[in-house]
């Protein structure tokens, strides 16, 4: 089988399932990067194995951060790294936390060997840096009050409500592509709130902070909507699946990170931290199975 139809088949052979479990597909299979057949002939690799590598962690909660208590690296993207650095035999791993936007310059003037926080393919980001394999996804939940009263069944119904988006988001991008008006905040603890005190009927947000929202306040009166189709655009403008980045030279040690990836996702242990953390499998495939 070529390498192009064996990931047609794979991407065709996904389902998502979970609390929060929505309905992405895509009518022909959808490619984030090109395949790359690059020879390795440096040692990136057996350097990280030799002397350790250092990871560069954004503070952006749940998927990483420091812990100000213990001063140690914690978050979702923290966990699967740390899984996939321990199948490469990589035993000495250091982390410099910065900005967010910081990272790929510390990256590619080598203060730093990797982007930890997960990154998303971008053309501008392809010129510069190179990409892992897919690792997870998450995407947008449709949030409402409990029971959802307004009946909320699609992304078309948003028109007709009062809707709440965070400011900057591929959301917030997308609402406003489609004409769809809506009430913009600065943090989703703001938009929590507001759906709480009925200022807003539903919000699009990130699935992870709704489940670690619902987690810490178990008795609010929200739900996110299971079973809710994402439009094929939004799913390929921003909620593309999570990466983390590495340095274009660094080609042996980027070989062998996704292999060693692709072999955690297989065993579970990438299902393991998913369901920890308050997701489910639904989060490792963004398009769905066809069963026929």
Known sequence: MSPKANIHS???????????????HAAEPYYELPADYSVCSDNSYQRAVDNGVKLGVAAAMPWSGIDPA???PIGIDVEMHAEVLKHM???KITYEAGAFNSLIPSMLSKRIDMVVTDIHVTPERMKTIAFSGPVWWYGPAVVVQAGNPKGVKSFADLSKLRVGVLLGTGTDEYLKKVGVAATRYQSYAEEFAAIQQDKVD??????LLAAEFKKANPDAKVEALSNFAIPDDLLKNGYGYARFGLRKEDCSFRAAFDQ????????????????RNGLSDRNLFVFPLQTN
């Open 10 to 24: 794979i991407c065709t052979a996904v389902a998502f399932a979970g609390a929060f479990g929505f309905t992405a």
């Open 70 to 72: 213990t001063g140690k």
């Open 89 to 91: 035999g990589i035993t």
């Open 202 to 207: 539903v919000v699009l947000e990130y699935d």
């Open 260 to 275: 060693s990836l692709a072999e955690v996702r297989a065993s579970g242990a990438m299902s393991e931290i998913l369901n």
